[in-house]
């Protein structure tokens, strides 16, 4: 079997996007792997290639001034594992392979802020 390139999978994101339906079910639409898209989801979003939101690009903001982001380079076994974010007042937030980064910004600043 051919290997897919850049090129197609971020057509097929694109796709996916103005499609408006969730990436599982597109995915299965298409009859491709859900884990792949995430993954090339991931990849071309981290690369800067591609946005999820129409025409919104998408940025990580620190959430306080004692918090920073790391970046991380999983083994490739757990690439599409679950990880956690364990926040300053001591709230773990679990985190699915296949997030939305402006849902999770948005869930960090509120769940750092409840005492």
């Given at each position: 079997?051919?290997?897919?390139?850049?090129?197609?999978?971020?057509?097929?994101?694109?796709?996916?996007?103005?499609?408006?339906?969730?990436?599982?079910?597109?995915?299965?639409?298409?009859?491709?792997?859900?884990?792949?898209m995430a993954w090339w989801r991931w990849r071309l979003t981290r690369d800067g290639?591609?946005?999820?939101?129409?025409?919104?690009?998408?940025?990580?903001?620190?959430i306080s001034e004692s918090l920073a982001f790391v970046e991380l380079e999983p083994?490739?076994?757990?690439?599409?594992?679950?990880?956690?974010?364990?926040?300053?007042?001591?709230?773990?937030?679990?985190?699915?392979?296949?997030?939305?980064?402006?849902?999770?910004?948005?869930?960090?600043?509120?769940?750092?802020?409840?005492?």
């Open positions: 079997m051919a290997r897919t390139d850049r090129t197609e999978w971020l057509q097929r994101l694109e796709r996916w996007r103005r499609s408006g339906i969730d990436l599982r079910a597109f995915a299965a639409q298409e009859r491709l792997s859900f884990r792949r290639l591609f946005t999820s939101s129409a025409g919104r690009a998408t940025a990580l903001v620190p083994e490739p076994s757990a690439q599409l594992s679950p990880f956690e974010v364990v926040l300053g007042n001591g709230r773990i937030v679990r985190v699915p392979p296949a997030f939305d980064d402006g849902s999770l910004s948005r869930l960090l600043v509120v769940a750092d802020g409840v005492a």
